[in-house]
């Protein structure tokens, strides 16, 4: 997950102009929700059968938003990115954002899983998580260990290391072979559910969802289409039409075979959704997710994202919660989304903004 963004746009054109970028901050925390909503609905504390139809229908294909999360950081560090940045400074900035939150929340998984099964503790692992290689290694046990959310925070640290040389490429690219790249990026990502068909489940999962180079389609297709929307390029797709697709699309992709739901069955509405809200933020357009609430939540949802599941295992783990009603089930959801967004602000005010500041140096 990247930060909240302030910046000019990287070149001139219709759509290049210094302005902020507020409306992907308030969809990024939307994003976080349905991940929010699918480990919920996964951990299996809420008991009540209709409670659990109501989670499923609404949050199960919310592992999707993870790939909201790759797209929009490939946009983000392309849109803020700045001709002749040494790659030092990108890397510094990036592990100022993301490394404090990171150990803090390792920590606390860590203790937590000595405490619940100390048995089930393992050092390899969990050095691997620390590190923030744990995406590379096709173990459940060891990408999902730990902090399970963090393994996308593994692929994104290989999108970091990449993204000056990523830069340097897609700046240098015509403005006419713009849209043939991004075409290209989007067939790649189609084609991998294809071409992991023959493999077992766990090898096909692993390399279609976890993988970090199979993920980075996704971050580079959002460095080129943030290129074409600052080059006055884009196709003018509205961002109401954009949301309305991906909700559809969201919903489809349960019905879709093998691995094609994880990934494959939304890039082009998230793609498309991305792009026209950046557009409708550089031309002042009508957006419902520039709404201060949403950009404040939009603001802490990285410390969010990393708390979440934290929350719900304890909660799950320290209460007897076999007899909620329904009534109880859900109230005991929003009660989760309650705590978790408190210490995601607790998180993001005494961790994230103090250490950014401290790390980052100056500008």
Same mark, same amino acid.
Request: with cysteine; proline share 6%.
């Given at each position: 997950?990247?930060?909240?963004t302030?910046?000019?746009?990287p ?12 409306s ?8 976080a ?13 809420v008991?009540?059968?209709?409670a ?17 999360f ?24 990036r ?8 150990v ?16 089930g ?24 260990g ?6 996308? &925070? ?6 970091? @290391? !990449? /993204?000056? *040389? =990523?830069?340097?490429?897609?700046r $240098? %690219? ?6 043939p ?57 509205g ?7 991906c ?22 509405p ?15 357009r ?7 609430? &949403? ?6 949802? @990285? !410390? /969010?994202? *990393? =708390?979440?599941?934290?929350?719900? $295992? %304890? ?5 007897h919660?076999?007899?909620?009603s ?22 993001y ?15």
């Amino acid at each position: 997950m990247s930060e909240r963004t302030a910046v000019g746009a990287p070149e001139r054109g219709p759509a290049a102009v210094f302005t902020r970028l507020p409306s992907l901050t308030g969809l990024r925390f939307a994003a976080a929700l349905l991940v929010f909503g699918f480990h919920v609905h996964a951990e299996n504390i809420v008991p009540d059968p209709t409670a659990r139809w109501l989670l499923a229908l609404v949050f199960g294909q919310g592992a999707v938003g993870v790939g909201f999360f790759f797209l929009l950081s490939g946009f983000v560090l392309f849109w803020s990115g700045k001709p002749g940045m040494p790659a030092r400074t990108v890397w510094r900035r990036r592990a100022a954002k993301i490394v404090p939150n990171h150990v803090v929340t390792w920590l606390i998984a860590l203790a937590g899983i000595i405490y619940a099964s100390p048995r089930g503790f393992n050092v390899a692992s969990s050095v691997v998580g620390l590190f923030l290689l744990q995406a590379w290694v096709p173990v459940q046990g060891v990408y999902f260990g730990g902090n399970t959310p963090a393994w996308s &925070l593994s692929c994104e640290a290989a999108f970091y @290391f !990449a /993204f000056p *040389l =990523l830069y340097f490429w897609i700046r $240098r %690219l015509s403005e006419r072979h713009l849209w043939p790249v991004a075409i290209a990026l989007v067939a790649m990502v189609l084609l991998v559910p294809v071409l992991v068909l023959p493999l077992p489940t766990s090898t096909a999962y692993w390399l279609s969802y976890v993988f970090p180079v199979t993920r980075a389609l996704e971050f580079a297709l959002g460095m080129v289409l943030a290129r074409i929307v600052a080059s006055g390029r884009w196709i003018r797709v509205g961002l109401l039409p954009s949301m309305l697709l991906c909700v559809l699309a969201y919903w489809l992709c349960a019905y879709l075979p093998g691995m094609f739901g994880n990934v494959a069955g939304t890039v082009i509405p998230i793609a498309l959704l991305v792009a026209a809200a950046a557009v409708a933020d550089t031309e002042g357009r009508w957006s419902p997710w520039r709404h201060p609430v &949403l950009v404040w939540l939009g603001d802490i949802s @990285f !410390a /969010f994202y *990393l =708390l979440h599941q934290i929350v719900i $295992r %304890l909660v799950g783990k320290a209460f007897h919660l076999g007899s909620l009603s329904t009534v109880g089930s859900l109230g005991l959801t929003a009660g989760l989304l309650v705590v978790t967004v408190v210490a995601a602000w607790l998180l993001y005010n005494t961790v994230e903004l103090p250490m950014m500041r401290l790390l980052r140096g100056r500008r």
